[in-house]
């Protein structure tokens, strides 16, 4: 089929790009590149969430933070191994996501936003003040690197493994967005009474869209407290919440690429405008939302698809 | 053989005021049934009961033998009745085809998680063929992948209509469908819902338009402070004292007046 293979090229290209740019980055490229992968897997989940599903939802980073504190702590002091921690920790992350889902359902709109903004803000304070057990506020730091079968998660094998981690994300949102169930979240968002109206379950979809993009954060948490084996409270505060609502908002809302984009351009604008304008530089994405948000709602995905029509017409 | 929908002294109170006091008809396979009345007689209030928005302080709404009274509006949904809305509720960010789509939710089989691994996609192609086919059959085969925001309100209209027949009802009810339409737009409407019914559809709508629903009704019920003064046949409905005492009375009056 042409399409399938179409589509099967594109995966395997993306793939072949991504494994060669680490070859190619090197040193302080490739840290920037390291955490440009953990960003964009997060803003595509984000993106599913608030995008697809229209959930304004302001704990994407807390469950991150669930993600890389929970593994952390039980390996470096339960000595647990790796995938045991690991799906121990993914547990954790949906138990504690359906705890908030379930009631903050009965939320519409801001009040969820608030409700999500208080736990977000409680798990900081939680950090911080959980003694020899989380760290504190130094958090916890100098564990060794896993293995997988021999072979150690460090260096490029563990970019390599970001890689994974980035385009599996991408592939379950990609295939869930295209089903049923990616338009029951779009009808949802559009119009509540008419999706229930139509057969939909919109507590049940709300639910399963927290718990299930929550968790996604969370295992990329995992992957993020092997970065720098380094995990701290101040990671997953409020600031970076904000900006991968600005990276989605600017990249195009409710589409895959805008949030690979608006990542990107975001994560990678400070690298540029550090040097002008320090870290004033959140005063320009401030800016660059407004203005998205006026002339620009698509986002600059939606900008890139405009120039293409206009191109395409052109004879 | 008993009726497809039984409605059973269905009651609805808001505070003092009796909405609907003790309501019962029947509704059978294939029959197109509407609901009249003049301005808060109820009949809105007796449309949200059935559908899952309100529910009801008595009396039981049975389907096919089920007793599906005051459960959700989803799980109306999810029993075989899909609905229209009076203003024009489309899924503004999708396609045309994809709105269609979004109404035969309830027809799918694949289990959520699978479809993270790619699963359900034959399921997804047939379901596509199918809302293409409906797209066709209420006259809008060439708009399948438009904006809904291209759509005129008539348009609309039909692709709600369409959108409600993905979910295979067994029952379809249409909220005011004329209100808004142009002339030609309604007889377009009332040919779409002949044909609805000619399959086998319950169809259950509610109308101000005397000359859209007339032609079109097998049957006529007729409310009147929240009760029902008369189920019979649009001719005889027509000639019915106590109708034309509560309904086309007061809208003589009121000419009278205005002239």
């Known amino acids: 089929m042409n399409g399938a293979m179409r589509t099967a090229t594109a995966w395997i290209g993306g793939a072949a790009l991504l494994v060669g740019l680490t070859y190619v980055l090197g040193g302080y490229g490739l840290d920037i590149y390291r955490k440009l992968l953990l960003t964009a897997t997060l803003a595509l989940s984000y993106n599913f969430m608030f995008g697809f599903a229209g959930q304004i939802a302001l704990s994407h980073y807390t469950f991150y933070g669930i993600g890389a504190y929970s593994v952390t702590i039980l390996m470096t002091q339960a000595g647990w191994s790796l995938p045991l921690a690991a799906l121990a920790t993914i547990g954790i992350s949906a138990v504690v996501a359906l705890a908030v889902a379930i009631p903050a359902n009965r939320l519409e709109g801001f009040y969820l936003a608030l409700a999500t903004l208080a736990l977000a803000q409680i798990f900081i304070v939680a950090l911080v003040q959980g003694g020899e057990f989380t760290g504190g506020a130094d958090g916890i730091f100098g564990f060794k690197s896993p293995e997988i079968f021999g072979i150690p998660l460090s260096g490029t094998n563990f970019v390599i493994a970001l890689i994974g981690l980035f385009l599996g994300t991408l592939a379950v949102l990609q295939f869930l967005g295209r089903s049923y169930f990616g338009r029951a979240c779009r009808a949802i968002r559009d119009n509540p009474r008419a999706a229930a109206a139509m057969g939909i379950n919109v507590a049940r979809t709300n639910i399963i869209v927290f718990t299930l993009t929550s968790s996604l954060a969370a295992i990329a948490g995992i992957f993020y407290a092997f970065a720098d084996r380094f995990v701290n409270p101040y990671v997953f505060g409020i600031e970076p919440m904000f900006l991968l609502v600005f990276m989605v908002i600017v990249g195009g809302t409710g589409r895959h690429a805008g949030a690979i984009v608006g990542a990107t351009v975001l994560f990678l604008l400070p690298e540029f405008l550090g040097d002008i304008v320090g870290r004033r530089y959140i005063l320009i994405y401030g800016l660059l939302v407004v203005l998205a948000l006026m002339f620009q709602p698509n986002g600059l995905i939606g900008l890139y698809d405009q120039l293409r029509h206009r191109l395409a017409r052109r004879p | ?259």
């Open chain 2, 1 to 259: 053989m008993s009726a497809l929908l039984e409605v059973r002294n269905l009651t609805k109170r808001f505070g003092g005021l009796v909405a609907v006091e003790d309501l019962s008809f029947d509704l059978n396979a294939g029959e197109i049934l509407a609901i009249i009345g003049p301005n808060g007689a109820g009949k809105t209030t007796t449309f949200n009961l059935i559908s899952g928005s309100l529910k009801a302080n008595a009396g039981r709404v049975v389907l096919g033998g089920i007793d599906i009274t005051g459960l959700p509006p989803h799980k109306i949904a999810g029993h075989g009745i899909m609905r229209t809305f009076q203003h024009n509720m489309p899924f503004v960010s999708m396609t045309v085809i994809e709105n269609v789509l979004v109404g035969s939710h309830r027809m799918m089989r694949t289990p959520w998680p699978a479809l993270m691994a790619g699963s359900g996609m034959a399921e997804d192609r047939s379901a596509r063929v199918r809302a293409q086919e409906l797209l066709a059959f209420v006259g809008l085969p060439d708009y399948a992948d438009r904006s809904v925001g291209e759509l005129s309100f008539g348009q609309g209209r039909l692709l709600e209509t369409a959108r409600a027949l993905a979910g295979r009802p067994s029952m379809i009810m249409f909220d005011e469908p004329a209100a808004g339409l142009t002339p030609v737009e309604c007889q377009r409407l009332a040919q779409v819902i002949r044909d609805i019914a000619a399959q086998g559809i319950a169809v259950l709508l509610i109308e101000h338009d005397m000359n859209f629903l007339l032609p079109l009704a097998h049957r006529v019920v007729v409310l009147n402070f929240g009760r029902k003064i008369a189920d019979a046949l649009p001719a005889t409905i027509a000639m019915d004292a106590a109708v034309i005492a509560a309904y086309l009375g007061t809208a003589r009056r009121k000419r009278a007046r205005a002239g």
